[in-house]
């Protein structure tokens, strides 16, 4: 049955019956992205910082470990989105479309997808450091990518962080379907419930194989083990379908230094060990949550933040390859301070070139193209 929809739009638009459009959540969707760069750019090792004279060592190493978990809050945001716009699909027409969401899906993901996996395929003709051949290759275009990391086979490659993409396809391609029969609120929400679970059982049977490869890429990019800021995600955009939260700034704050706090705990203490994989998996996707929340109706949302966070898919596929280009252009020498603080904003700023670029002339036509299959407006282009 049509209805309209019951959820103020976003006060920084005018209202629109047809829209849904939360500018903070793209301010969000940089900050992700900044977390995954620092990842890669700054040293983890807390004995780096003290040979430099640098203070506080092992707390920049513990953060720079938790960027890695910018890759959880956009597993959350995407989830959180999806479930809104599918649920005001339904609410507004009755039904989901699922030609028009699977459209709209591939117009916005597969360009700039297939462009990654094109340069993670030619690179290594240019570089034999690079790694990546044809199996891989064929992974990705079956949006099987992160078993790479789940069979614990090598990777040495620019476009590695497209595993995540694979990940999120795969969710895309089974969530729409179960929502489009499912009537009530109440099973989403035990189906949030039950991923959430699958998630924890699966780390504690993966842990075990996981030794065997001597890596936690397998556990870190396992399709099961990876559905904890999916289910919360999913629960979010239920619970919060018929309520706006108000948060105050200082509660704001506390939510924010809260779940900063959770991720720098799971940062320092990153390792793979039960404990770990039952409690700081956990622990990174209620930090995520805290993180969202902090920002979630917040009414100050900078033009230029909202910008970065319209091009952050950009910013994160191409942020290794401008790191190792920068890196080659610096000779692979980054001893003294001042070489690396160049090399980091020579490396940021052709991530932002290159995601300005690419959005401005090869994902643009596209999405103008995925406007046509909207059912519920979203973003503006």
Request: charged content about 15%; overall charge positive; glycine content about 6%.
């Amino acid at each position: 049955m049509a209805a309209t929809s019951v959820v103020e739009p976003s006060v920084h638009l005018k209202p629109s019956a047809d829209r849904f459009y939360r500018p903070e959540l793209d301010c969000l969707r940089f900050f992700a992205f900044l977390a995954v760069f620092v990842h890669h750019s700054f040293s983890g090792d807390a004995t780096y910082y003290t040979a430099h004279h640098i203070p506080f060592g092992v707390l920049i190493a513990s953060a720079v470990s938790a960027g890695r978990f910018g890759v959880d809050l956009f597993f959350l945001l995407s989830a959180f989105l999806i479930t809104e716009l599918l649920l005001r699909e339904q609410e507004r027409f009755g039904k989901v479309d699922l030609g028009s969401f699977y459209a709209r899906r591939i117009l916005r993901i597969w360009p700039l997808y297939f462009l990654g996996i094109l340069i993670a395929v030619v690179l290594p003709w240019i570089d034999s450091q690079q790694y990546f051949p044809v199996r891989y290759g064929a992974a990705f275009v079956f949006m099987l990518g992160n078993w790479i990391g789940i069979l614990g086979l090598p990777v040495h490659s620019v476009m590695w962080s497209l595993w995540s993409v694979s990940f999120e396809e795969q969710f895309y391609l089974l969530w729409p379907a179960f929502i489009s029969r499912a009537r009530r609120e109440t099973v989403l929400l035990i189906a949030a419930a039950t991923l959430f679970l699958a998630a924890t059982i699966g780390r504690q049977v993966l842990l075990v194989h996981a030794r065997a490869l001597h890596s936690e890429l397998a556990i870190f990019t396992c399709s099961v083990t990876r559905l904890d800021p999916i289910a919360l995600g999913i629960a979010t955009a239920v619970l919060l379908r018929r309520r706006q939260p108000s948060f105050g700034v200082i509660s704001r704050a506390v939510l924010l230094v809260a779940g900063l706090a959770l991720w720098m705990a799971a940062g320092y203490d990153y390792k793979l060990s039960r404990g770990f994989m039952l409690l700081g998996y956990p622990a990174v996707t209620l930090g995520a949550w805290f993180i969202f929340l902090s920002n979630f109706g917040f009414p100050f949302a900078p033009r230029i933040l909202r910008y970065l966070g319209k091009i952050s898919y950009g910013l994160y596929v191409f942020h290794l390859l401008a790191l190792y280009w920068a890196f080659k252009l610096f000779g692979g020498q980054l001893h003294t301070l001042r070489r690396f603080v160049l090399f980091w904003i020579l490396s940021l700023s052709l991530t932002l070139a290159m995601a300005a670029l690419s959005y401005r002339f090869f994902e643009s036509p596209f999405l103008r193209l995925k406007e046509r299959f909207a059912r519920v407006k979203s973003r503006p282009v």
